[in-house]
């Protein structure tokens, strides 16, 4: 176990606990200057918008490149999300142990050999490969909140998440613009990673224990067969394969919630899970995940199609896929801007219904009408709006329902939540546009509209559970 550490109250010792200088540009005798912390996270996580942003609208460019399908693009997406729900509560309660610091120096890391990686793959295999290590970028957001609860305080740190957010979805919009290369992105990781090291402080605030490393294969079993048994869904490999594999992760994944129900130091606290003033906040993550990412490799595949060669889609280039996902960042970055705002006026349920109704709302008006650019406009900037708003509420909304020391163990589940549920639909989806398909590798349009109408259900759902939420002092 590391040794108890100073509260944020004590004096500064001279050094951090990861064994480097305190910088005095962060720090004054006997407190935290906390301006240039929050303004170097929310670098980070302008930087983290910009992969975000980017990445999928370089997609298509290397499904060509490489010579895979819409099925597979899907694959590609979902496995980062995969990847993200396995990593991010290991990571995370790695972080409450032993530094959020460190373990973020650790996932800058690996994203950064993930989209070198990326930049040199010759086939969808390597791809993949690169993938899994970028599936490592969600790990840094509640690393962050982890971060600045410990040396903020609570209520100051909620408001601060509304500035990481905001400036992850004006990355987003960055990169939706420049279009960077992978060979950009990982120059771009490059500079944020020495940034982190060098000016970052450690978290002060330890939590007792250890990790639950059955747990964690168990979680990685489980999410990996449940995976597997979706994409393969709508290949050729058979339903016998399909069902054999989704038997094994129901197996996989009941032993792993009996297993966190026994062991005193759990990976996912399923019990904080199952609690009345957090389970609803959890369902709502889930969900908003579907509305986040369900249709992102979809949407874009069927604007990149050729309605020559396809009888639908828009024949986009990388230019008008970059204008075109701007409305929905732009409305998630407005969301984010003013969530606190309306939640303080009118109370933080029906701001979360709201959103959740304007998502529904945006798929729905998508699944009406999509055969021409300007259709996607009003409802993907809606769709985003209503996004933009759960990410920015939620997080504080879980926080304060949090005790301190499992700030970062509970903001883990909740990404790990509204990860899983982009790996969940991108399985989802592939399985969708494999079976729908005119030929190999090509879908129907009737597949992309029952994903489009399938976020929309989800996103209806929200709007229940939101309203249901209990008012916490």
């Known amino acids: 176990?590391?040794?108890?550490?100073?509260?944020?109250?004590?004096?500064?010792?001279?050094?951090?606990?990861?064994?480097?200088?305190?910088?005095?540009?962060?720090?004054?005798?006997?407190?935290?200057?906390?301006?240039?912390?929050?303004?170097?996270?929310?670098?980070?996580?302008?930087?983290?918008?910009?992969?975000?942003?980017?990445?999928?609208?370089?997609?298509?460019?290397?499904?060509?490149?490489?010579?895979?399908?819409?099925?597979?693009?899907?694959?590609?997406?979902?496995?980062?999300?995969l990847v993200a729900g396995i990593a991010v509560p290991v990571v995370s309660r790695l972080g409450d142990l032993h530094g959020h610091r460190r373990?973020?120096?650790?996932?800058?890391?690996?994203?950064?050999?993930?989209?070198?990686?990326?930049?040199?793959?010759?086939?969808?295999?390597?791809?993949?490969?690169?993938?899994?290590?970028?599936?490592?970028?969600?790990?840094?957001?509640?690393?962050?909140?982890?971060?600045?609860?410990?040396?903020?305080?609570?209520?100051?740190?909620?408001?601060?998440?509304?500035?990481?957010?905001?400036?992850?979805?004006?990355?987003?919009?960055?990169?939706?613009?420049?279009?960077?290369?992978?060979?950009?992105?990982?120059?771009?990781?490059?500079?944020?990673?020495?940034?982190?090291?060098?000016?970052?402080?450690?978290?002060a605030a330890r939590a007792r224990g250890r990790i639950d490393w059955p747990g964690a294969v168990l979680l990685s079993a489980g999410l990996g067969l449940l995976f597997g048994g979706f994409t393969s869904a709508g290949k050729s490999t058979g339903p016998v394969l399909t069902a054999a594999l989704l038997l094994g992760a129901a197996a996989a994944l009941a032993l792993f919630v009996r297993h966190e129900l026994r062991t005193d130091a759990p990976t996912v606290d399923v019990r904080m899970m199952a609690r009345p003033a957090t389970a609803p906040v959890f369902v709502l993550s889930f969900l908003l995940g579907c509305a986040l990412y369900g249709a992102q490799s979809p949407t874009l595949s069927y604007q990149s199609a050729d309605p020559a060669e396809t009888g639908y889609g828009l024949d986009a280039g990388s230019q008008l896929l970059g204008l075109l996902s701007l409305p929905a960042v732009l409305g998630a970055m407005a969301g984010a801007l003013c969530a606190h705002r309306l939640g303080r006026r009118f109370g933080a349920r029906p701001v979360l219904a709201c959103g959740f109704a304007l998502s529904a709302a945006g798929y729905g008006a998508i699944c009406l009408g999509h055969a021409a650019a300007w259709q996607f406009v009003a409802p993907t900037a809606c769709a985003g709006l209503g996004g933009g708003l759960g990410l920015t509420l939620l997080p504080g909304l879980l926080m304060r329902r949090l005790p301190l020391e499992q700030t970062g163990v509970g903001t883990g589940v909740y990404n790990t939540l509204?990860?899983?549920?982009?790996?969940?639909?991108?399985?989802?989806?592939?399985?969708?546009?494999?079976?729908?398909?005119?030929?190999?590798?090509?879908?129907?349009?009737?597949?992309?509209?029952?994903?489009?109408?399938?976020?929309?259900?989800?996103?209806?759902?929200?709007?229940?559970?939101?309203?249901?939420?209990?008012e916490e002092r």
């Not at 729908?436 to 509209?449: I, K, S």
């Open 103 to 203: 373990l973020l120096l650790a996932t800058l890391a690996l994203t950064l050999l993930g989209y070198v990686a990326t930049a040199l793959a010759t086939n969808l295999p390597f791809l993949l490969a690169g993938r899994v290590l970028a599936g490592m970028l969600p790990c840094w957001l509640p690393l962050e909140f982890a971060i600045l609860r410990d040396r903020l305080g609570e209520e100051r740190g909620g408001h601060a998440v509304g500035l990481l957010v905001g400036s992850l979805t004006f990355g987003s919009i960055v990169g939706a613009v420049l279009r960077p290369d992978a060979w950009a992105m990982a120059l771009l990781l490059a500079l944020a990673l020495p940034t982190v090291w060098r000016w970052v402080p450690e978290s």
């Open 1 to 81: 176990m590391p040794p108890k550490q100073p509260l944020p109250s004590s004096p500064t010792p001279p050094f951090s606990p990861a064994g480097t200088p305190r910088r005095p540009s962060l720090t004054v005798p006997g407190r935290l200057r906390v301006h240039p912390l929050v303004g170097l996270l929310v670098l980070v996580e302008f930087a983290s918008g910009i992969l975000q942003g980017g990445y999928p609208i370089l997609l298509p460019h290397l499904a060509d490149t490489l010579h895979f399908g819409a099925g597979d693009q899907a694959v590609v997406l979902g496995v980062e999300f």
């Open 418 to 470: 509204k990860t899983l549920a982009g790996a969940a639909a991108g399985a989802a989806g592939a399985a969708l546009l494999d079976t729908l398909a005119l030929r190999a590798g090509v879908p129907t349009e009737r597949a992309y509209v029952l994903v489009w109408a399938l976020c929309a259900v989800l996103c209806g759902v929200g709007v229940p559970v939101a309203l249901a939420l209990r």
